[in-house]
């Protein structure tokens, strides 16, 4: 009984089996068709070539018989396909000339490479377009694909416009009263599944202006097998204000992004977070685009990795201008990125821009933070300067593995306007980089984990949408080659007050690393003066006020406040009026000066010589760290520190100006800094 029992119970699997091929079968065979005439479109090309191949005269004859044949075929198909509308009259008599071509190709050069390239792409291409067509107008047995189509939100959706571009069909989706894009997005996995491509084969863009609609992109090839030899710096010399190009995208176009802003263009700057697990040559991609930057005439690039150091760096040393490879000076290095900012925003604006751009005379300062979840998470900084960064003319390169809240701070992430992401180990991994439009369009970059290193999406400001969730995967580049790269990268002298700022972040420099330009190092012009000998008095020159009208020495003073409220002394005065008064002390040029002396504060004079000693070092000082411009109302801080007035600090500018470290620019009582000043 209990062996009749389990032979029932086999029969019945055997039966169910059975009916799930039949039933396989039974929904397969209606999508054979194209892939059978595919098929039988090489094996004619094949047997022309060897019936009459060799023979010139057979050649001739078989040429023309094919074309009137083809003719008449496409007419047919033509003619024909107008009762069915003119997507398939046109789809058919498409299908058909191309069939025809390929066959007299194949005919007259031989069905070797490149003709059997041709065929294999273009048939596989033309028969899923069909394919397609038949399955979103509800086509199968009636039955099961109508319930799947009703599933995925396609039962009535209207396919407009076909586009077959290589190995690429794409198509606009119109859906029916209701019914919205993201619906059909999230069911792409099953429309792959359905289409027999891979998961990341099938994207969904929504059209921002209409919920409805939206194009559908089916890839029949893995078009990202064979990777791109690097070909170099593209723009040695030229300005970082040009793309970045990194590798190439599924459909073959150029994949880059920008980092400055263009407020023309309406484009934003790029922080760019880049993320991947190891081994998916997020690393590599990230030193081609250090190249690439720095061989550009107004960037350079300082490098951050305490973790795997000249693991990473060693390919790019070269290029560098600086690196950070210990731990306390990395996260010392956020602070300083903050301070340099900060003090480059405030230099922008002195020099009348609202952002970096270029011409502005300041480089663009790219910091590539490598193995960043080891110093950022305990950064309170890094928020700060993911904010405060973007239009000043430095840039950031963020790579992580995982860029979780673990990782990197929500406030610093969300300031990020550009991601890269390589493959991941899960779907979710990826949302924290890419946008949900991106997602939403089908992106999957954990269909890839480790098995395609240089396989990516990049979305970022000035790229457009459509190509957001289109697969990329970068150039292909050995560290020799990388290193030929980095010899030719552009010197560039990060300004001095820049430099500065950064100090003793930055590892000494090495003979293989660019070196931070600071003023020490560089040839700096320099006025020598002679030295204010303290007997010398004529630099001081204080009028006599009491010989008459106070005009006259506020005439003296540009932009002193005593301009607007000019007295003069009674013509007969109170006995004792000025007794005491000290008619030999310097008049004060402000209105602060004036409150310290009427309440007997006075600070200390220096004598002529000190007093022009620490003038002169304070403008150096300016000069050292970048700033242009000086003039005596700027100089209100040292003016009290070594009591002089305002008519003497003017009078020793104008000086300095006579003996050309100073240039006038027009406006009353400012000299812009053009050299060091030395005494002799």
């Not at 019945?12 to 397969?28: C, F, M, N, P, R």
């Not at 790269?485 to 007050?497: I, L, R, Y």
């Not at 003979?511 to 931070?516: G, I, L, N, P, R």
């Not at 006075?602 to 000693?613: F, H, M, N, V, Y």
């Amino acid at each position: 009984m209990r062996r009749n029992k389990t032979k029932a119970v086999e029969a019945e699997v055997i039966d169910e089996s059975g009916k799930t091929v039949k039933y396989g079968i039974a929904h397969l065979l209606p999508y054979l068709p194209p892939w059978g005439l595919a098929v039988a479109v090489g094996i004619v090309g094949v047997i022309a070539h060897l019936l009459w191949g060799d023979s010139p005269v057979g050649m001739g004859a078989a040429s023309a018989g094919i074309t009137l044949a083809g003719v008449a075929v496409t007419a047919m198909a033509w003619r024909a396909g107008a009762a069915r509308g003119a997507m398939t009259q046109i789809h058919a008599t498409i299908s058909i000339g191309l069939a025809v071509l390929w066959v007299l190709a194949a005919l007259i050069t031989g069905p070797g490479r490149p003709v059997a390239d041709i065929w294999l792409i273009g048939a596989s291409t033309v028969a899923v377009t069909w394919n397609i067509r038949k399955g979103l107008r509800g086509g199968g047995d009636g039955s099961g694909w109508a319930e799947f189509a009703t599933s995925t939100k396609l039962a009535k959706a209207r396919v407009q416009h076909p586009t077959i571009n290589g190995a690429q069909v794409g198509a606009d989706l119109a859906l029916a009263p209701g019914q919205t894009i993201a619906d059909v997005q999230g069911e792409t996995g099953r429309i792959a599944s359905a289409l027999r491509v891979p998961a990341n084969a099938v994207r969904v863009v929504a059209d921002p202006d209409d919920a409805s609609r939206g194009t559908m992109t089916v890839t029949t090839m893995d078009m990202l097998r064979q990777r791109v030899a690097w070909p170099g710096p593209s723009a040695v010399g030229g300005s970082i204000a040009r793309p970045i190009p990194v590798g190439t995208r599924e459909d073959g176009t150029l994949a880059q992004f920008w980092l400055p802003g263009d407020p023309k263009a309406g484009r934003n700057a790029t922080l760019l977070l880049i993320n991947g697990m190891a081994g998916s040559g997020k690393t590599k991609g990230t030193q081609i685009a250090v190249n690439e930057i720095a061989s550009r005439h107004d960037a350079a690039v300082i490098a951050c990795d305490p973790v795997k150091s000249d693991q990473s760096l060693l390919p790019v040393r070269g290029a560098l201008a600086g690196a950070v490879t210990t731990m306390a000076g990395a996260k010392a290095l956020i602070t300083r990125i903050r301070d340099a900012a900060r003090y480059r925003a405030g230099e922008l604006g002195r020099r009348g821009y609202g952002e970096w751009v270029e011409g502005c005379g300041l480089p663009y300062l790219v910091f590539w933070l490598e193995e960043a979840a080891a110093y950022l998470p305990g950064s309170d900084r890094f928020a700060e300067v993911a904010r405060e960064i973007r239009s000043t003319g430095l840039g950031l390169m963020v790579s992580l593995q995982r860029t979780t809240h673990r990782g990197m701070h929500t406030d610093a992430r969300q300031q990020f306007g550009g991601g890269w992401c390589f493959g991941v180990d899960d779907l979710d991994d990826a949302t924290y980089v890419l946008s949900d439009h991106t997602i939403d369009a089908g992106a999957r970059p954990d269909v890839w984990g480790t098995r395609k290193p240089g396989c990516s999406y990049l979305e970022a400001p000035g790229i457009p949408e459509e190509y957001w969730a289109m697969p990329m995967r970068t150039f292909d580049a050995a560290d020799d080659v990388l290193k030929r790269g980095a010899e030719m990268a552009v010197p560039t002298a990060v300004d001095a007050g820049t430099a500065k700022i950064l100090g003793d972040v930055l590892d000494a420099p090495t003979t293989s690393t660019a070196v931070v330009a600071a003023p020490v190092t560089a040839v700096v012009p320099t006025v020598q003066i002679p030295r204010q000998r303290d007997s010398e008095t004529a630099s001081v020159d204080v009028p006599n006020p009491f010989t008459g009208s106070i005009d006259e020495l506020a005439s003296d003073i540009d932009g002193d406040d005593l301009d607007e409220h000019a007295m003069t002394m009674p013509s007969n005065p109170e006995p004792g009026f000025l007794d005491d008064v000290d008619t030999s002390a310097e008049i004060p040029a402000d209105d602060e000066d004036l409150t310290l002396a009427a309440s007997g504060v006075r600070s200390p004079a220096l004598s002529p010589r000190d007093a022009e000693a620490a003038l002169v070092k304070h403008l150096n000082e300016l000069f050292d760290t970048g700033h242009p411009h000086v003039s005596p109302a700027k100089l209100a801080e040292l003016r009290r520190g070594i009591g002089r007035s305002r008519t003497w600090f003017s009078r020793k500018l104008a000086d300095f100006a006579d003996a050309g470290a100073l240039n006038p620019t027009g406006e009353s009582g400012t000299y812009e800094l053009v050299a060091r000043i030395t005494t002799t």
